[in-house]
């Protein structure tokens, strides 16, 4: 990680309350295609990592059971939460949590993750560890959208920013997922740098 945890955090904090207004139409179609691809069905609990202000963990809520956000900004949670608070919802819980740390309750039951434009601040070796621990939550699907590299990196681009973001390539995510238990089953190009991967459990793995 080229920036630490608290880093992030605070520049986050920082942009909370325009970070809904700001999303280029990239990330909306990432974050469109995650909810897709999510298709949480009325039993499911959803776990929605680096949730931020919530945009996709509301739009699950429409359909699942539970909904479970867990962001590292403070802020973030803050705007998620009275969003929630204002649509009426009572499926869907904020909290503090990070890919290695999602802070899920023990007798909680996982059955899909999603996550967008925030694993890549991980380098490539905490990416595989946090693929890893949301393995072992035991879902049957994890949706990834995220900045991505299907080519070679472009920092001028502005998806890709060298001294925040840390994206990997496609290869690489698609070997983690499979190390991890996972089978990917869909990938959508949105952009040379961004993209939505979706993962399913193998079959007969029921770990």
Known sequence: MKRSIEDHAARFDK??????????????????LVTDHAAPEPNDVVLDLG?????????LSETAGEVIGRDISEGMLDQASEKATDAGLDNISFGTGR????????????????????????DDAAKGEA???IAALGPRR?????????????????????????????????????????????????????????????????S
Do not use: K, W
């Open 99 to 122: 890919f290695r740390e999602p802070n899920v309750p023990a007798d909680t039951a996982v059955d899909i993750v999603v996550s967008n434009f925030a694993m890549h601040h991980l």
């Open 142 to 206: 994890f949706v990834l959208g995220d900045v991505m590299l299907f080519g070679e990196a472009d920092p001028s681009e502005p998806f890709y920013s060298p001294e925040v973001d840390d994206p990997a390539t496609v290869g690489t995510l698609a070997d983690a997922l499979t190390s991890a238990g996972f089978a990917l089953s869909a990938v959508e190009r949105v952009h040379d740098q961004v993209g939505v991967l979706v993962a399913e459990r193998a079959v007969g793995d029921d």
């Open 15 to 32: 942009a909370a309350a325009t970070y809904d207004s700001e999303g280029s139409p990239e990330y909306r179609a990432a974050a469109d």
């Open 131 to 133: 693929i890893e621990t």
């Open 51 to 59: 949730t931020g202000t919530g945009a996709i963990a509301l739009a």
